[in-house]
């Protein structure tokens, strides 16, 4: 039996934001029943492959599953539990959450249900900027939510915060992370904004309605947040998150280690046996099929290319780096003898380091990683 990760998805929101182009949007009360109902047959129809998992980790995304009713979840997780094979000891069970959408009783609910841990979509401290983003939440309902999920006696929680917004300052930026701070997350990721194309965010960025900041000041936010995270006692585990001692996101992990997983729900992906399956992103065929779970694509048969680039990419993303004896457990192959020339050009602009058995971006290489990827694509 293999480790794998479980992706569930909830596709609705209750409205959406201007920067999103992620797979969500609103719908009634009616639509999300039927879909909490086509979510359990999309598990019924994959009860084999369930069947032999053993589970790392699931993770509720979206959308916003803090939408669904507290007896949807405990119904969708008691559908996991009869179908897993088995469970790995600690296995780590997120639901993601938006502030503004978190009550006492579905916080309770998600307890019982067996989920160990929170995701909130915290974003910024300031109402101007949350209004800018699209984001139904003001500040105060961080605040709020934050005290709901801890009253239910979660103790693993992250916030998800965004840099680089048009309009953000410096101290913006600073009071963001204080807010956080103060909220004694055990897991935070912070990711720049990016503006993607058909949004209304876009449109108003192309149209000189708003400015982003400039390269140098998205640079020093992320400066500044490392310096910050340092002094709170959060260790950069990635790029982009940050966790205290022992709260590394165990699903997070799976995809940066090409651990296989499963993704159920409209949209989700899947990488199973080095196969990458897709689901239908079309809702109603998904509502009315009889059996969810046999509407999905391969996007991408296995490929050895493939898995070589994501496993630089994807390895190099986190900060410990690509370990030369796992590269060559996995592929057979040493790493030198696949990228030896890049690796040395790279080490030669200070891009990477060696370190032990490690290879790893250096700080000028977290600003830069970027192009440090591109020198893996072939
Ligand atoms: S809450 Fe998240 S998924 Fe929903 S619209 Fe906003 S950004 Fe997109």
Redesign the pocket.
């Known amino acids: 039996m293999e480790e794998t990760g479980l992706y569930l998805h909830y596709?609705?929101?209750?409205?959406?934001?201007a920067?999103?182009?992620?797979l969500?949007?609103p719908a009634d009360e009616g639509t999300r029943a039927e879909y909490a109902d086509a979510l359990k047959r999309d598990l019924a129809g994959r009860a084999q492959e369930l069947g032999a998992m053993k589970v790392r980790s699931v993770y509720i995304g979206?959308?916003?599953p803090s939408l669904m009713e507290p007896e949807e979840i405990i119904s969708l997780m008691q559908t996991v539990h009869d179908l897993a094979g088995e469970w790995l000891p600690q296995a780590e069970c997120t639901i993601?959450a938006?502030p503004g959408t978190v009550t006492p009783d579905k916080a309770v609910a998600w307890r019982q249900a067996g989920i160990n841990r929170v995701s909130m979509?915290m974003q910024a401290a300031q109402d101007t900027l949350l209004q800018t983003?699209?984001?139904?939440h003001r500040r105060q309902d961080v605040i709020d939510s934050v005290r709901i999920v801890r009253q239910a006696g979660f103790r693993n929680l992250n916030l998800d915060l965004m840099m680089g917004l048009p309009g953000q300052s410096m101290e913006d930026w600073q009071q963001t992370l204080e807010l956080a701070f103060s909220l004694e997350p055990e897991h935070l990721s912070c990711y720049s904004l990016i503006l993607e194309e058909g949004t209304p965010l876009e449109r108003q960025v192309q149209s000189g309605r708003m400015r982003l900041p400039d390269e140098e000041l998205d640079r020093a936010m992320y400066a500044e947040t490392l310096l910050q995270m340092q002094n709170h006692g959060f260790e950069q585990y990635e790029i982009s998150n940050f966790a205290k001692t022992g709260y590394e996101s165990r699903h997070n992990l799976g995809y940066w280690d090409l651990s296989p997983y499963l993704g159920i729900g409209l949209g989700a992906s899947s990488y199973i046996d080095g196969r990458r399956l897709k689901n239908t992103s079309d809702l109603n065929a998904y509502l009315e099929a009889e059996d969810p779970s046999k509407l999905f694509s391969v996007e991408q048969e296995a490929s050895r290319q493939n898995d070589l680039e994501e496993w630089m990419f994807l390895g190099l993303r986190r900060t410990q780096g690509i370990s030369r004896e796992a590269f060559k457990a996995f592929f057979g192959t040493e790493l030198q003898e696949e990228y030896g020339q890049q690796i040395r050009e790279l080490i030669r602009d200070g891009l990477l380091e060696r370190c032990g058995d490690m290879i790893r971006l250096t700080r000028r290489g977290l600003d830069l990683a970027n192009y440090v990827f591109e020198a893996f694509l072939r």
């Open positions: 596709p609705f929101c209750v409205r959406k934001c920067y999103c182009d992620f969500s949007a979206g959308g916003t993601e938006n979509g983003l699209g984001r139904i």
